[in-house]
């Protein structure tokens, strides 16, 4: 079973940030936030991960809170092919499979 | 080039069939996967190999049977084909040390 909890959607204007939070309250302390995406007809697509520190890539951003029982994924600048369902996932080590919970769907609207 | 490649992508096929999803992955990855996604999205890890052996064997029942040839490629196999077999089916591929998972862009199978 998912190990975290999102909202069922969100909505966010074209060109503003989209911040997509995500809590995990009972993460232990070797797992990983990891988020993914799915766009419709497409398969899952990684985005970023993390263990405690902030992280930043070409696609997102990660803030972890310091507790680290939750965590917000942030797309500084929301276009409309990031319409998709976004996964949080807590994983315990690198080879372990992801479970994935029902996501996020977020709608970017013009 | 695609990292993942799935063959077929449409699979329409009755009851009782015999039915075979390809998996290939060009990404010299150690570790494959199969999941399924069901009709309410929702994504479920059935299989999971590492260098050919299986080392994830989620609840699935035995009409289920991966075939892993080489470590590039996870085929498949559904014996006696179900309605409830009607989904989505990924393949997945990622290297053990690595942390990102690459997947294939599904086969839709649709029992009739």
């Known amino acids: 079973d998912a190990k975290t909890t999102q909202p069922t959607s969100m909505d966010c204007a074209e060109g503003r940030a989209a911040n997509l939070p995500c809590n995990h309250s009972?993460?232990?302390?070797?797992?990983?936030v990891y988020w993914y995406r799915q766009i419709h007809s497409q398969g899952p697509q990684y985005i970023i991960h993390?263990?405690?520190n902030n992280e930043t890539n070409e696609m997102a951003s990660l803030i972890i809170t310091e507790d680290r029982k939750s965590s917000t994924l942030i797309l500084p600048h929301a276009t409309l092919r990031d319409t998709a369902v976004y996964y949080c996932i807590v994983r315990v080590g690198r080879n372990t499979p992801l479970v994935f919970g029902k996501g996020t769907r977020l709608s970017v609207i013009a | 080039d695609t990292a993942v490649s799935q063959t077929p992508k449409y699979l329409v096929t009755q009851m009782g069939n015999d039915k075979s999803i390809k998996c290939e992955q060009n990404?010299?990855?150690?570790?494959m996967y199969w999941y399924k996604q069901d009709s309410k999205k929702f994504l479920k890890i059935m299989f999971s190999?590492?260098?050919?052996?299986?080392?994830i064997n989620e609840t699935v029942p035995n009409r289920f049977s991966p075939k892993s040839p080489d470590k590039a490629h996870l085929n498949l196999h559904i014996n006696s084909l179900e309605l409830g077999d009607s989904a989505v089916y990924f393949c997945a591929s990622s290297l053990v040390r690595n942390t990102e998972a690459f997947f294939g862009q599904g086969t839709r199978l649709t029992v009739v």
């Open positions: 990404l010299g990855h150690d570790t």
């Open positions: 190999y590492n260098n050919k052996e299986l080392i």
């Open positions: 009972t993460i232990s302390g070797n797992e990983y």
């Open positions: 993390g263990l405690k």
